[in-house]
């Protein structure tokens, strides 16, 4: 038996059980538990009280919860939504985005804070998809035109971040040509393998031995989408690019061929019991522990970064939400920008990526992980209230 202890798994695990019971038990802290998980992970974490440490074992679980994460985020596009002028106007907003995002860059690059504008630009250009979904169902709006056209931007905005971070700043080497072949190649892989999921998916045969052993101790669907999961995370790490883009497609390809899920209903259930029951909050506890604020709180002009970096969140994801505003109102559009301003998980991934390639400092990392911590808390609370409130003449949602 190889020498591993799990004493720090077993302590990230507690925290992961503690925050959101917490929560439950005070319902008075309108938190989301993600944000709980890396406060407590970095109180803590080697950088503070010093009673957990980043081992082996919490690194590979952390490690497979980040793929989770992704899996999950492409699940939840709906490939079907995005056409017409709902896709035009989302792929004119993530451009604006890295526009914005690229001026911010350039700005914080002259000031020292950042070594690559274009990183910092990538980093501030997606929108947490799974935290938007519940704040527009709470205001009834996730089937309206402002809840589509919000859950297009954020869809093509988490994919096209997960994409452009994967091909100009992958861990893996290589130039940036040489990953655009090796995205396309992979591509056409991710495609073959979606037509041949698909394929089966319609055999009588496979079909019938599918719905046998779906709720039996096989678990035969939740088993086929981790197998999906990790040979396209494979691939992905085969042709140079960042694992995170081939659990990102893993994702998308079961929700594209798992359009009717009338004879397995419990399915998608089960894959986010998994993914948010244990794996995922793993990774957000861990990057808690990993997350060295002593250079912030050290430095007043480190931590000024933190509100900076904030407006430079919203700046550059909430402008492209005013190409709406004629269809949906001022107030609407406000709202919207709040939610597309709302970013964590792949801030976190992106700052992670950013250190481990050079290209960002620790301290800056920390204050963009900060400043996605406090959208997080701010943005979606006022935009529910935005979107709650009657607008001139209409009635209350």
């Keep these: 038996m190889p020498d591993v202890h799990f004493t720090n798994l077993f302590a990230v695990a507690l925290v992961a059980l503690l925050a959101p019971l917490l929560l439950g038990l005070v319902p008075a802290l309108r938190i989301p538990a993600v944000v709980l998980e890396i406060v407590v992970g970095i109180a803590v974490g080697p950088h503070a009280l010093g009673l957990v ?22 699940l939840e596009i709906d490939v079907h939504q995005l056409r017409g002028r709902v896709l035009r106007t989302a792929l004119l907003g993530y451009l604006i985005t890295l526009a914005l995002g690229g001026l911010a860059g350039a700005g914080f690059s002259a000031a020292g804070w950042v070594h690559s504008p274009y990183l910092l630009a990538v980093t501030l250009s997606a929108t947490s998809l799974g935290l938007v979904v519940p704040v527009l169902k709470d205001a009834g709006q996730v089937d309206g035109q402002v809840g589509q056209s919000t859950i297009a931007a954020a869809s093509i905005a988490d994919f096209a971040a997960v994409l452009v971070l994967s091909l100009l700043f992958s861990t893996e080497g290589g130039g940036a040509g040489e990953r655009l072949v090796m995205v396309a190649l992979f591509a056409i892989l991710v495609a073959v393998a979606g037509f041949v999921v698909s394929t ?121 939400a005013y190409l709406s505003i004629r269809t949906v109102g001022p107030r609407a559009t406000a709202a919207v920008a709040l939610l597309q301003a709302t970013s964590l998980p792949f801030i976190v991934t992106a700052t992670q990526i950013g250190v481990a390639t050079g290209l960002m400092s620790a301290v800056t990392a920390a204050a963009l992980t900060c400043a996605g911590l406090l959208s997080v808390l701010i943005f979606p609370a006022a935009a529910l209230l935005l979107l709650k409130q009657p607008a001139d003449g209409a009635a209350p949602v």
């Design 53 to 74: 440490d980043v081992d082996v074992p919490v690194q590979i679980v952390a490690l497979l919860g980040l793929g989770f994460l992704l899996f999950l985020a492409g």
């Design 200 to 320: 089966a998916g319609r055999s009588q045969r496979i079909g019938a031995a599918l719905v046998r052993l779906q709720d039996t101790t096989a678990e035969i669907r939740v088993r086929a989408a981790v197998v999906l999961l990790v040979a396209f995370v494979a691939l992905a790490e085969q042709f140079g690019l960042e694992t995170i883009l081939g659990a990102f497609l893993a994702g998308a390809v079961v929700g594209l061929v798992d359009r009717d899920s009338s004879s397995h209903p419990q399915f998608r259930v089960k894959l986010a019991a998994l993914g948010y029951g244990f794996l995922i909050p793993v990774f957000f506890v861990t990057s808690g522990l990993r997350l060295d604020l002593r250079g912030l709180l050290d430095d007043p002009t480190a931590l000024l970064r933190v509100p900076l970096f904030l407006v430079a969140l919203l700046v550059a994801r909430g402008v492209p």
